[in-house]
């Protein structure tokens, strides 16, 4: 059973590269964006850059998305911005995460082993692809408030970085590769 978390800015290709991997896995895919509350999309759509506060109930409610998904022995990915540490230790321990040195309490569900996929590359890249798109509530203004906030994953987190500069089919294939490979860490 693998969970697989699709991070990074807005623009980075998440929902394409997640929804892309479900499909040739068999896997459910779940897309983060479809969680935020209407006045998070509100916020974001007006300029407004999401806080803490906004994002927390947001991250819970993915957490039990991937807890549901864990407890029925399913395969899933979620495209999920992830840009703190924080924010993936929510999705991985649910609200006991927000306190980054607090122990897990007896009794309460054990975290959640995930797989990060970091998409990473060049801002003017990233930049174009927002310029392109239509109809999505994330003006391309906020990519600098996601870059300032982003703290890319590092060791002791469970994650992997892959490039966006790669065609589609060849990041799918890495991040295939990735999980097979490393699902004995995972199990």
Known sequence: MVLVVVM???GSGKTTVG??????LGWKFYDADDYHSPEN?????EGIPLNDEDRIPWLC???????REDSSRQDAILACSALKKM???????GASGIESNQPEQPGENAALKILFVHLDGPVDIIAGRLEKRRGHFMPPELLKSQLDTLEPPSAPENFITVSLEKSLPEIVLEIENAIFQGEALLD
């Open 41 to 45: 999309k509100k916020k974001m759509a």
């Open 87 to 93: 924010y993936r230790r929510v999705l991985v321990s």
């Open 19 to 24: 929804s892309r991997l479900a499909a040739k």
């Open 8 to 10: 990074g800015v807005s």
């Open 61 to 67: 409610a993915l957490h039990d998305v991937l807890r």
